[in-house]
């Protein structure tokens, strides 16, 4: 019988996962959301997905599982076959969930792999149009004549829209309930109705809505003006300082995918941003195209973990 080193075993298990990752994939491959449809998220899953099927030669299919401020999206990938087969796309809220929750049943940072940031969009103070405001200013007047009797909406407990809004009123010194609901579409479909007064929402959800005047658009928490909304200034320029939030859109697959299946998920992904169709489609909803390595994602993830769990510390913000 022949006998195997452990060096000749790591070889054989080696070339089986490069000949596995060549075979990627071979049956639909599904995007977990842990949003409802119609948010950013979604949007950008639903940008993403097509693009993936034609490099690939088999479909990669959006699966939006929404509750619990992405939880159960997140914990549903992180216990997934490490195959390629179930990936998720989220933002900044894995890394936020880690210090919000008391317990979460996933680690953003050790169960996941994370593959490519596909885009980002800052996110812009919106508000109802019956709300008696013209900028900044006279929202933080407002709200500071009546502490705890505005509301602002939420794709959920710990997405970057509950934390940029305790952030703002963390650095404004008012007081504005947390309304959360489950996903960016219902959060905006509540704005519109008037059930609450303002949100923190990205400009792909916000930009029809405004050009149409269901909703006002104050001011952008990102570091500077968007291009789709130049008239929009920036929370620092009107005022507000250390509310800077972009909010990113990236892919992650369970922990022990095998290298070559992320590599070639993020080859794919940072194709998919250099396409001019696709940059001109990003852009035109008000995100920008990213495409980054594995690497430079894990990067990002550690420290947005650090970052939001000093927010969250800092805001006393809690999961509602």
Not at 74 to 82: D, Q
Not at 121 to 131: A, R
Request: charged share 20%; net charge positive; proline share 7%.
């Amino acid at each position: 019988m022949k006998r195997f080193t452990p060096a000749l075993l790591l070889l054989a298990q080696l070339a089986a996962s490069g000949a596995y990752a060549q075979s990627y994939p071979t049956k639909p491959v599904r995007i977990v959301v842990g949003f409802t449809p119609g948010g950013g998220v979604d949007i950008n899953a639903r940008l993403l997905s097509p693009e993936l099927t034609k490099q690939f030669g088999h479909q990669f299919i959006v699966d939006n599982r929404p509750g619990a401020g992405t939880n159960i999206a997140n914990e549903y990938v992180a216990k997934a076959p490490p195959d390629g087969y179930t990936l998720l796309m989220n933002t900044a809220a894995i890394a936020i969930n880690m210090s919000l929750y008391k317990k979460v049943n996933f680690d953003a940072l050790k169960d996941f792999a994370p593959v490519s940031v596909f885009s980002q969009s800052p996110n812009i103070l919106t508000v109802h149009p019956s709300l008696p405001v013209k900028n900044v200013k006279d929202v933080i007047a407002l709200a500071k004549s009546k502490p705890g009797t505005m509301n602002y909406s939420s794709a959920g407990s710990g997405t970057t829209q509950h934390l940029t809004a305790e952030l703002f009123k963390l650095r404004t010194g008012t007081n504005i309930v947390h309304v959360p609901y489950k996903g960016s579409a219902p959060s905006l479909t509540a704005l519109l109705g008037g059930e609450v007064e303002m949100t923190f929402a990205n400009i792909p959800a916000i930009s029809s809505h405004v050009k149409s005047k269901r909703l006002r658009a104050l001011a952008n928490a990102g570091t500077k003006r968007a291009d789709q909304m130049p008239d929009v200034p920036t929370l620092k320029e009107s005022g507000v300082n250390g509310v800077e939030v972009v909010v990113w859109y990236g892919v992650l697959a369970p922990a022990a995918t095998p290298r070559d299946i992320v590599n070639s998920l993020a080859t794919a992904i940072a194709k998919v941003t250099r396409s001019p169709e696709m940059r001109q489609r990003l852009i035109d909803q008000g995100a920008e195209p990213v495409g980054n390595t594995p690497e430079q994602f894990s990067k990002l993830m550690h420290e947005e973990v650090t970052r939001w769990a000093e927010v969250v510390k800092v805001s006393g913000a809690k999961a509602d």
